[in-house]
């Protein structure tokens, strides 16, 4: 007994293993994690080392040039750009795509452990770029309440109870604050005094830390009685610390009140955050790296239900974005579409079956093979998010074909008078060669994905695995239930429900026990018999009722439908006979359609990957180093309000410094550096306020403005140009011109330049002889300075469980300008005091704001975003205008940014489309143990690609990474309807009716069954196609060059190919006339 034979033989033990799958997706389904985008792991490190106050020539060579030697020599580096600016160094590692990143941090960290730095240089820290490790929520709490000790109370409350709250939700990594004033213990003196008491910064410093302390002195035993003891002399007031003994003599006590103002106050600014203009505290939300974002921001939002009602009055706590919320409206639109891609294959299937119940058969694929899908993903561990859940909505229209040919086979052997069992199981045999090498071709193509470098193959992944799950599944349920179902079709009532329901019968029991066994007997008989017979007996009476109904319904459809698709088939006869007749003419029309589709691509745009429209987008400004937060915090203040009148703009965010930035990011942060968030309440307004925030900047001198929504797929700006070289003026000459000529072309926007003028300095040079004479020791000076000028934290002061810095300062008139510094007192004497003029020589200059490097070179970077055009045209135009340059000898410059991914993407791209065609040729010759046959039906590769590149360019869609996945999928899929025409010529011709015949009678009979798998597939994908919800950028492209594709090709592959067959197959079969005419009725009459 064949397996096929089994299955139809045992329909319950099918409908139970159907169930037990579908149950089981169900479940995993029910465990998915959701996210936006599959789990990418981005190859880049970045090694961030801090040396306060050096300049960023001192950091270039005292800290980036030694990491960049050290881990240079680690395995599968792609590129080593070092950052070096004022007292930090950014040394940024990218890998080459596939590097196992674990392992990489291992070996970078190795090679810095064995590098010698500067004894005054903390240890280096490693951080990895990913976009998940951006905050997945921020809030906002405001006050009407504007003066600054609000501002001050307000950021206790949050840190000491709001953060708190929200680190004890599950999933919840950090919570990081930002804006608002954080309370700080200032001891300001007064230099001179200090000194004319032989009082020296320093000795305040110590003084306090050695007066402001409890240590555990150890344990005393009295007898029996163990003590603890402790001293405990910490300040329980700021009045103890000012009446604090600084220096003890014979005839006076100096105490702290005495030289220095103590009160409690705020920390120095370092950042500025503000909500719809008004100043505010902002908590950014980090989630744990393999927490589910939606999961988490659900519990973050119940928690906040909590805590608005414990808020006083005056605070407001506001949502300032949330990630979630673009996560579940981008996955819901692609659930959508495949729900109504799968109903309207359904609808498009029972026009051409016109039987409900073949079309319900066929359509039970789909759920089935989509449910089974999810328990495959959950043993992948793959997410639901926009690419996988975007391969099941590609694979909707696919999952039907496995069915349509099973049952379309199983029909023909019942045409022959065969019974519905036997139909069911010969039907089944004679297909399941064919559609599992159907399946193989479709799936055939996804294996080169493997071989694809870049961001593209991590992306795909996701989408390629549920694809694959999904037609594997589908395959099954063609070969199993299908057979199955059909067979049960014409069944009687009465005998479904005896299969069904089995009768139980008992043994002759003795007479005396009758009455025992009818009272027992009844439980059973109800349960197990008369239950399931009525509820059977229900269900097939409501589901032959409503068969009925929707067959009334829809009778008339299916009959105007037949009527117009007989005309298209007499239609394509008469074209057929004509093609075959004038085949010269039908392959030179081919080849003049082939040269004007590729004459249109050079006016296609060119791009890595669509920019996924967002209602919202973020503004960083840049200004001069040296530029005072407050001033920078002025200027998004201007930018702010030019828009906070507009109807269309929801709410604003702004940030000024580096506030609750948890980021590897090295062009991020600092007093000179903002970012402006803008959300709109519609994404299709975000071009017209982006144009008008541009005019506005440029109104404002020495402002850079670069604008840009999340980056999810590349760090890099769409055009970079490096211009490397070792001269640092030559470099910043070339760049400066390079930049006023890409302002000046319209089409460049958000011009960025690397190598800039830094902070204005004061650099000080000690006199050592100088120093000598006056027995003074430059360490100690510069220690002075130190707490003078910036402060130092001397101790920490407890209040109310809270630890609060004491800082130690100079009185800001002896640190207010320029000036002031040169005559800062070095030494404590009631002699005579020193200015720091007198040991050292003060002079102000400009260095570089940041040097770069790139692979031990030195860089200068131009970057810019794009205001229209593709990306391709761009890095062109670029090149022309380098050529323009009059370049400075040894200075080299290339360009690169996303253009540089792209060409590299695009080669791999391109090179696993070669594979994937040859594999598909490699699969067909094996099926028809021929090389010829399948050379002809690739010509329909080609035809599917012409069609592609037609619907793309009058759809006005670019040429990306996505469109070129696009053309690989469907290389699998088109050949299938080829496969199908030529198989049945093939056969016809193998029981001897003539080459001519036997492909106009296999056209005419396939016209049907083609166009029928077609259409499921091509209005499976429209609704993906025509979708312009949240991440339709990243769906729409590839749905559109499948559908485009695949319906010209399948077009022209009813006309061309036939031409190609007759014209290449010149093999002879055995020609048996009797027989010829009988077999192309018969093929006639099945097809009607």
């Given at each position: 007994m064949s397996i096929v034979s089994s299955i139809v033989k045992r329909p319950v033990t099918v409908c139970m293993f159907t169930l037990a799958i579908m149950l089981f997706g169900m479940v995993g389904f029910s465990r998915l994690s959701v996210s936006l985008l599959p789990d990418l792991s981005y190859p880049t490190l970045t090694i961030r080392t801090v040396n306060p106050g050096a300049a960023p020539a001192e950091i270039e060579q005292l800290l980036s040039k030694p990491i960049e030697e050290s881990v240079g020599v680690v395995k599968g580096i792609r590129k080593v750009h070092s950052i070096s600016k004022a007292g930090q160094s950014d040394v940024i590692v990218e890998f080459d795509w596939g590097v196992a990143m674990n392992f990489a941090t291992q070996n970078v960290r190795e090679k810095l452990d064995t590098l010698s730095l500067p004894k005054d240089v903390k240890k280096p820290i490693i951080l990895r770029f990913n976009p998940a490790l951006d905050p997945i929520m921020r809030l906002g709490i405001s006050t009407s309440n504007k003066d600054f000790k609000a501002l001050k109370q307000n950021r206790t409350f949050a840190e000491q109870e709001i953060k708190r709250q929200l680190e004890t939700i599950p999933g919840v990594a950090a919570v990081q604050l930002g804006g608002g004033l954080q309370q700080e213990i200032q001891v300001i003196f007064d230099q001179d005094k200090a000194a004319q008491r032989g009082i020296s910064a320093q000795d305040i410093v110590q003084r306090i830390q050695s007066e402001n302390i409890n240590m555990s002195a150890g344990r005393v035993y009295d007898g029996q009685q163990e003590y603890l003891v402790r001293t405990v002399n910490q300040?329980?007031?700021?009045?103890?610390?000012?009446?604090?003994?600084?220096?003890?003599?014979?005839?006076?006590?100096?105490?702290?009140?005495?030289?220095?103002?103590?009160?409690?106050?705020e920390k120095e600014r370092s950042d500025i955050t503000r909500i719809n203009n008004n100043e505010a505290i902002e908590l950014a939300i980090y989630k744990e790296g393999d927490a589910n974002t939606v999961s988490v921001a659900n519990l973050v939002n119940k928690k906040l239900l909590t805590i608005e009602k414990s808020l006083p009055e005056q605070l407001k706590l506001d949502v300032i974005y949330d990630q979630s919320e673009f996560i579940i409206d981008a996955v819901d639109e692609v659930k959508n579409a495949a729900i109504i891609g799968g109903i309207l294959a359904m609808l498009i299937l029972y026009l051409f079956l016109g039987n409900l119940f073949n079309t319900l058969i066929i359509s039970l694929a789909i759920p089935i093979s989509i449910i089974a899908t999810f328990n495959l993903m959950f043993a992948n561990d793959i997410s639901l998010n926009i690419m996988s859940l975007g391969g099941i909505a590609l694979a909707v229209g696919l999952l039907v074909d496995n069915a349509i040919v099973v049952l379309e086979n199983i029909a023909r052997y019942k045409e022959k008078g065969e019974s519905i069992i036997d139909a069911a199981v010969l039907g089944t045999q004679e297909v399941t060669g064919a559609v599992i090498a159907s399946t193989l071709t479709t799936l055939a193509v996804f294996f080169p994905l493997a071989f694809v470098e870049g961001f593209a193959g991590q992306l795909f992944?996701?989408?390629?695995?549920?694809?694959?799950?999904?037609?594997?599944?589908?395959?099954?349920?063609?070969?199993?239930?299908?057979?199955?179902?059909?067979?049960?079709?014409?069944?009687?009532?009465?005998?479904?429900?005896?299969?069904?329901?089995?009768?139980?019968?008992?043994?002759?029991?003795?007479?005396?026990?009758i009455l025992l066994k009818t009272i027992l007997?009844?439980?059973?008989?109800?349960?197990?018999?008369?239950?399931?017979?009525?509820?059977?007996?229900?269900?097939?009476?409501?589901?032959?009722?409503?068969?009925?109904?929707?067959?009334?319904?829809?009778?008339?459809?299916?009959?105007?439908?037949?009527?117009?698709?007989?005309?298209?088939?007499?239609?394509?006869?008469?074209?057929?006979?004509?093609?075959?007749?004038?085949?010269?003419?039908?392959?030179?029309?081919?080849?003049?359609?082939?040269f004007f589709v590729v004459g249109l691509i050079p006016n296609m745009d060119v791009e890595l990957v669509p920019e996924v429209a967002k209602s919202e987008f973020t503004l960083e400004l840049t200004l001069p180093q040296g530029t005072p937060i407050k001033v920078t915090d002025q200027?998004?203040?201007?930018?702010?309000?030019?828009?906070?009148?507009?109807?269309?703009?929801?709410?604003?965010?702004?940030?000024?410094?580096?506030?609750?930035?948890?980021?590897?990011?090295?062009?991020?942060?600092?007093?000179?550096?903002?970012?402006?968030?803008?959300?709109?309440?519609?994404?299709?307004?975000?071009?017209?306020?982006?144009?008008?925030?541009?005019?506005?900047?440029?109104?404002?001198?020495?402002?850079?403005?670069?604008?840009?929504?999340?980056?999810?797929f590349t760090t890099e700006r769409p055009l970079q140009v490096i211009l490397s070289g070792y001269n640092l003026k030559n470099l910043k000459k070339t760049s400066d011109e390079l930049a006023r000529i890409l302002i000046a072309d319209k089409q460049f926007t958000d011009i960025n330049k690397s190598l800039r003028d830094g902070q204005p300095e004061l650099k000080i040079e000690f006199d050592n002889e100088r120093l000598a004479s006056l027995d003074l020791r430059a360490s100690n000076i510069a220690a002075q300075?130190?707490?003078?000028?910036?402060?130092?934290?001397?101790?920490?002061?407890?209040?109310?469980?809270?630890?609060?810095?004491?800082?130690?300062?100079?009185?800001?008139?002896?640190?207010?300008?320029?000036?002031?510094?040169?005559?800062?007192?070095?030494?404590?004497?009631?002699?005579?005091?020193?200015?720091?003029?007198?040991?050292?020589?003060?002079?102000?200059?400009?260095?570089?704001?940041?040097?770069?490097?790139?692979?031990?070179?030195?860089?200068?970077i131009v970057s810019a975003s794009l205001t229209y055009g593709d990306l391709a045209s761009a890095a062109l135009k670029a090149q022309m205008i380098i050529k323009q340059l009059n370049l400075p000898d040894n200075i080299r410059i290339k360009v690169a940014g996303q253009n540089e991914e792209m060409t590299r993407s695009f080669s791999s791209l391109m090179m696993a489309l070669l594979l994937a065609v040859f594999l598909v040729y490699l699969v067909m010759a094996s099926q028809f143990e021929s090389l010829l046959n399948p050379f002809i039906i690739l010509f329909s590769v080609p035809l599917a690609v012409l069609g592609s590149v037609l619907g793309l360019y009058i759809t006005n869609t670019a040429i990306s990474v996505i469109v070129l996945i696009g053309v690989i999928m469907l290389t699998g899929i088109v050949v299938n309807n080829a496969i199908v025409l030529v198989d049945r010529i093939n056969q016809l011709r193998q029981q001897g009716v003539d080459k001519t015949k036997a492909i106009i009678t296999a056209s005419n009979s396939r016209l049907r069954p083609i166009i029928m798998t077609s259409l499921t597939t091509v209005l499976g994908l429209a609704p993906l196609a025509l979708s312009d919800g949240e991440g339709s950028e990243l769906r729409a492209p590839l749905a559109i060059t499948v559908m485009s594709g695949l319906f010209i090709a399948t077009a022209l592959t009813l006309l061309v190919i036939p031409v190609l067959y007759s014209v290449f197959d010149r093999k002879q079969y055995a020609q048996t006339t009797v027989i010829d005419n009988q077999i192309i009725q018969d093929d006639v009459n099945y097809d009607s």
């Amino acid at each position: 007994m064949s397996i096929v034979s089994s299955i139809v033989k045992r329909p319950v033990t099918v409908c139970m293993f159907t169930l037990a799958i579908m149950l089981f997706g169900m479940v995993g389904f029910s465990r998915l994690s959701v996210s936006l985008l599959p789990d990418l792991s981005y190859p880049t490190l970045t090694i961030r080392t801090v040396n306060p106050g050096a300049a960023p020539a001192e950091i270039e060579q005292l800290l980036s040039k030694p990491i960049e030697e050290s881990v240079g020599v680690v395995k599968g580096i792609r590129k080593v750009h070092s950052i070096s600016k004022a007292g930090q160094s950014d040394v940024i590692v990218e890998f080459d795509w596939g590097v196992a990143m674990n392992f990489a941090t291992q070996n970078v960290r190795e090679k810095l452990d064995t590098l010698s730095l500067p004894k005054d240089v903390k240890k280096p820290i490693i951080l990895r770029f990913n976009p998940a490790l951006d905050p997945i929520m921020r809030l906002g709490i405001s006050t009407s309440n504007k003066d600054f000790k609000a501002l001050k109370q307000n950021r206790t409350f949050a840190e000491q109870e709001i953060k708190r709250q929200l680190e004890t939700i599950p999933g919840v990594a950090a919570v990081q604050l930002g804006g608002g004033l954080q309370q700080e213990i200032q001891v300001i003196f007064d230099q001179d005094k200090a000194a004319q008491r032989g009082i020296s910064a320093q000795d305040i410093v110590q003084r306090i830390q050695s007066e402001n302390i409890n240590m555990s002195a150890g344990r005393v035993y009295d007898g029996q009685q163990e003590y603890l003891v402790r001293t405990v002399n910490q300040f329980a007031s700021l009045d103890e610390l000012r009446n604090m003994i600084v220096k003890q003599a014979d005839e006076y006590t100096i105490y702290l009140k005495d030289i220095a103002h103590v009160y409690d106050g705020e920390k120095e600014r370092s950042d500025i955050t503000r909500i719809n203009n008004n100043e505010a505290i902002e908590l950014a939300i980090y989630k744990e790296g393999d927490a589910n974002t939606v999961s988490v921001a659900n519990l973050v939002n119940k928690k906040l239900l909590t805590i608005e009602k414990s808020l006083p009055e005056q605070l407001k706590l506001d949502v300032i974005y949330d990630q979630s919320e673009f996560i579940i409206d981008a996955v819901d639109e692609v659930k959508n579409a495949a729900i109504i891609g799968g109903i309207l294959a359904m609808l498009i299937l029972y026009l051409f079956l016109g039987n409900l119940f073949n079309t319900l058969i066929i359509s039970l694929a789909i759920p089935i093979s989509i449910i089974a899908t999810f328990n495959l993903m959950f043993a992948n561990d793959i997410s639901l998010n926009i690419m996988s859940l975007g391969g099941i909505a590609l694979a909707v229209g696919l999952l039907v074909d496995n069915a349509i040919v099973v049952l379309e086979n199983i029909a023909r052997y019942k045409e022959k008078g065969e019974s519905i069992i036997d139909a069911a199981v010969l039907g089944t045999q004679e297909v399941t060669g064919a559609v599992i090498a159907s399946t193989l071709t479709t799936l055939a193509v996804f294996f080169p994905l493997a071989f694809v470098e870049g961001f593209a193959g991590q992306l795909f992944s996701d989408q390629a695995m549920t694809v694959t799950f999904a037609l594997l599944t589908s395959l099954v349920v063609a070969l199993t239930l299908i057979p199955m179902l059909a067979s049960r079709q014409f069944s009687s009532e009465k005998n479904i429900i005896e299969e069904q329901v089995p009768d139980v019968k008992l043994a002759k029991n003795n007479s005396r026990f009758i009455l025992l066994k009818t009272i027992l007997d009844f439980p059973f008989k109800l349960l197990f018999n008369y239950f399931p017979l009525a509820i059977t007996k229900g269900l097939l009476l409501v589901t032959n009722l409503l068969t009925k109904l929707i067959n009334l319904i829809l009778k008339p459809s299916y009959k105007l439908f037949s009527f117009y698709f007989n005309k298209i088939a007499i239609l394509y006869n008469t074209l057929l006979l004509k093609s075959l007749r004038n085949r010269i003419s039908v392959l030179f029309i081919s080849i003049v359609f082939t040269f004007f589709v590729v004459g249109l691509i050079p006016n296609m745009d060119v791009e890595l990957v669509p920019e996924v429209a967002k209602s919202e987008f973020t503004l960083e400004l840049t200004l001069p180093q040296g530029t005072p937060i407050k001033v920078t915090d002025q200027r998004l203040q201007e930018l702010a309000i030019s828009i906070k009148s507009d109807s269309r703009v929801k709410h604003t965010y702004s940030l000024a410094g580096s506030g609750s930035l948890m980021m590897s990011s090295a062009s991020k942060g600092g007093e000179n550096w903002g970012q402006l968030l803008v959300a709109l309440h519609n994404s299709s307004d975000v071009k017209v306020i982006k144009d008008f925030i541009r005019t506005q900047a440029e109104s404002m001198a020495d402002v850079n403005v670069k604008i840009k929504q999340a980056e999810m797929f590349t760090t890099e700006r769409p055009l970079q140009v490096i211009l490397s070289g070792y001269n640092l003026k030559n470099l910043k000459k070339t760049s400066d011109e390079l930049a006023r000529i890409l302002i000046a072309d319209k089409q460049f926007t958000d011009i960025n330049k690397s190598l800039r003028d830094g902070q204005p300095e004061l650099k000080i040079e000690f006199d050592n002889e100088r120093l000598a004479s006056l027995d003074l020791r430059a360490s100690n000076i510069a220690a002075q300075l130190v707490t003078k000028v910036s402060g130092s934290v001397a101790s920490k002061y407890n209040l109310n469980d809270r630890q609060i810095d004491i800082l130690v300062r100079a009185d800001e008139q002896a640190r207010n300008s320029a000036q002031a510094i040169k005559h800062i007192t070095i030494n404590a004497s009631q002699d005579r005091s020193l200015p720091l003029s007198t040991v050292a020589n003060i002079t102000e200059s400009i260095g570089p704001n940041e040097i770069n490097r790139i692979d031990q070179s030195r860089v200068a970077i131009v970057s810019a975003s794009l205001t229209y055009g593709d990306l391709a045209s761009a890095a062109l135009k670029a090149q022309m205008i380098i050529k323009q340059l009059n370049l400075p000898d040894n200075i080299r410059i290339k360009v690169a940014g996303q253009n540089e991914e792209m060409t590299r993407s695009f080669s791999s791209l391109m090179m696993a489309l070669l594979l994937a065609v040859f594999l598909v040729y490699l699969v067909m010759a094996s099926q028809f143990e021929s090389l010829l046959n399948p050379f002809i039906i690739l010509f329909s590769v080609p035809l599917a690609v012409l069609g592609s590149v037609l619907g793309l360019y009058i759809t006005n869609t670019a040429i990306s990474v996505i469109v070129l996945i696009g053309v690989i999928m469907l290389t699998g899929i088109v050949v299938n309807n080829a496969i199908v025409l030529v198989d049945r010529i093939n056969q016809l011709r193998q029981q001897g009716v003539d080459k001519t015949k036997a492909i106009i009678t296999a056209s005419n009979s396939r016209l049907r069954p083609i166009i029928m798998t077609s259409l499921t597939t091509v209005l499976g994908l429209a609704p993906l196609a025509l979708s312009d919800g949240e991440g339709s950028e990243l769906r729409a492209p590839l749905a559109i060059t499948v559908m485009s594709g695949l319906f010209i090709a399948t077009a022209l592959t009813l006309l061309v190919i036939p031409v190609l067959y007759s014209v290449f197959d010149r093999k002879q079969y055995a020609q048996t006339t009797v027989i010829d005419n009988q077999i192309i009725q018969d093929d006639v009459n099945y097809d009607s």
